[in-house]
């Protein structure tokens, strides 16, 4: 067999051939920081917030007013629809939020995940889908609401779904009578 052979590195030809090429330098990516978490980031530090461009805020204007309408939906409105500049419409929510907030709040960071489904597992295996969103409906609560009420208080929650699973099976024996 063969064996390989390392090359003399003396002879010029040979240093040329097997002539090292230097490596490149890898520069890390940084993570993309969208307009709004520039803002956000600043929004404590009021040194570090009078640093902001005007063109910083004019990009992160749109989501910060978005994201304050969840709480304060007639002042954003009204904002929008008097047409104040994007650079004072940011200059107003971060005052609003230094003025009423210790740390961003929460709503901030909502995401909506419309295929969301909670699964209710043997807590409600004699409810029908029905009875449930009618009691959702009914009591204006979500579904996560009525999983912590049979938690918490379990008593009182299957009480009022029986008196709607009794209002149910009611409707339809008077359908039957008839």
């Known amino acids: ?41 600043q929004v404590w530090n009021p040194e570090g917030y009078k640093k902001i461009t005007r063109k910083q ?9 978005r994201f304050m309408a969840i709480s304060y939906p007639v002042i954003s409105a009204t904002m929008s629809r008097m047409g104040v500049s994007d650079s004072n419409t940011v200059d107003f929510w971060v005052h609003i939020l230094r003025s ?3 740390s961003t709040p929460g709503f901030f960071y909502t995401k909506i995940n419309r295929n969301f489904k909670l699964d209710f597992g043997d807590k409600l295996a004699g409810y029908d889908k029905e009875i449930v969103s009618q009691y959702l409906c009914q009591y204006q609560c979500s579904k996560r609401d009525l999983m912590d009420g049979l938690e918490f208080n379990e008593d009182e929650t299957r009480e009022r779904l029986e008196q709607i699973k ?12 008839v």
């Open 57 to 65: 805020k004019s990009n992160a204007s749109f989501l910060l007013n």
């Open 100 to 102: 009423k907030f210790n």
């Open 1 to 41: 067999m063969l064996k390989k052979v390392k090359p003399d590195t003396t002879n010029k030809f040979i240093q040329k051939e097997f002539k090292l090429k230097p490596q490149k330098e890898v520069k890390e990516k940084s993570k993309k920081q969208y307009p709004t978490q520039v803002i956000m980031d």
């Open 166 to 177: 009794e209002f149910f099976t009611w409707k339809e024996n008077k359908k039957m009578d």
